[in-house]
């Protein structure tokens, strides 16, 4: 059974950092693609960040590109989300998700996905 933790979440100040962890196990966490998402109240749920097993092909939603750096650790079934400069409407629900293709997370058809980590940025 795979199983995703995230954790790392809170309440910042706007302009401030968080760093978002989400831990895998049950599988070769190399082999699968991961992705964070977030949503906010009232909202569908967005894609963050998404990277390939390797480490490589990160990409990012355009609200985030240059605050937001997604980054894995495969030897300790890890990936993270640095996020820089934060902003209120950054305010979200973040879970991470994991699945064998990065269009499969891309897409939102993971078929693992954590139980989420609440983000707060206030004014």
């Known amino acids: 059974q795979v199983q995703l933790v995230e954790s790392g979440g809170g309440l910042v100040q706007a302009g401030g950092s968080l760093r978002l962890s989400c831990e895998a196990s049950g599988r070769t966490f190399s082999n699968y693609a991961m992705g964070w998402f977030r949503q906010a109240p009232g909202k569908e749920r967005e894609l963050v960040a998404a990277?390939?097993?390797?480490?490589?092909?990160?990409m990012y939603a355009d609200s985030v590109k240059g605050r937001f750096t997604i980054s894995r650790d495969n030897a300790k079934n890890a990936v993270y989300l640095q996020m820089n400069n934060l902003k209120p409407e950054d305010t979200a629900v973040y879970y991470c998700?994991?699945?064998?293709?990065?269009?499969?997370?891309?897409?939102?058809?993971?078929?693992?996905w954590g139980q989420g980590t609440q983000v707060t940025v206030s004014s």
């Open positions: 990277i390939l097993g390797s480490g490589g092909g990160a």
């Open positions: 998700a994991s699945d064998r293709t990065l269009t499969r997370v891309v897409g939102q058809r993971s078929d693992y």
